[in-house]
């Protein structure tokens, strides 16, 4: 059971970028999935999540800009991030709930994916 994001670079302050990633590996579909980010010297902070029938949670921050959505049939997520902002910059990390076969457990991360903005 694992997930694989992709995605990420380097992108002007306004810019646009879009980063997925998908579960493979459960027997069924990720219950909840999400979007987490780290910026050097600080804590990973969430920045959205989504249910399986499409319900969004986003950070203050990131309301207005960011849209997170998911393709169930691949059982795959994506974060839409918009308006690009300097203090976006992180490593951002997806997280999904997955069955592993014996209990869905949340403590399934992506390897992270570099987000850099640029002024």
């Known amino acids: 059971v694992q997930l694989q994001a992709s995605g990420g670079g380097l992108v002007q302050s306004g810019g646009s970028l879009r980063i997925s990633c998908a579960a493979s590996?459960?027997?069924?579909?990720?219950?909840?999935m999400g979007w987490y980010r780290q910026a050097p010297g600080k804590k990973r902070e969430l920045v959205a999540t989504i249910t399986t029938a499409g319900n969004a949670n986003y950070a203050d921050s990131v309301k207005g800009r960011f849209t997170i959505s998911r393709d169930n049939a691949k059982n795959t997520v994506y974060l839409q991030m918009n308006s690009l902002k300097l203090e976006d910059t992180a490593v951002y990390y997806c997280?999904?709930?997955?069955?592993?076969?014996?209990?869905?457990?949340?403590?399934?991360w992506g390897q992270g994916t570099q987000v850099t903005v640029s002024s």
């Open positions: 590996g459960s027997m069924f579909n990720a219950n909840v």
């Open positions: 997280n999904a709930e997955l069955w592993n076969g014996d209990r869905w457990s949340s403590d399934y």
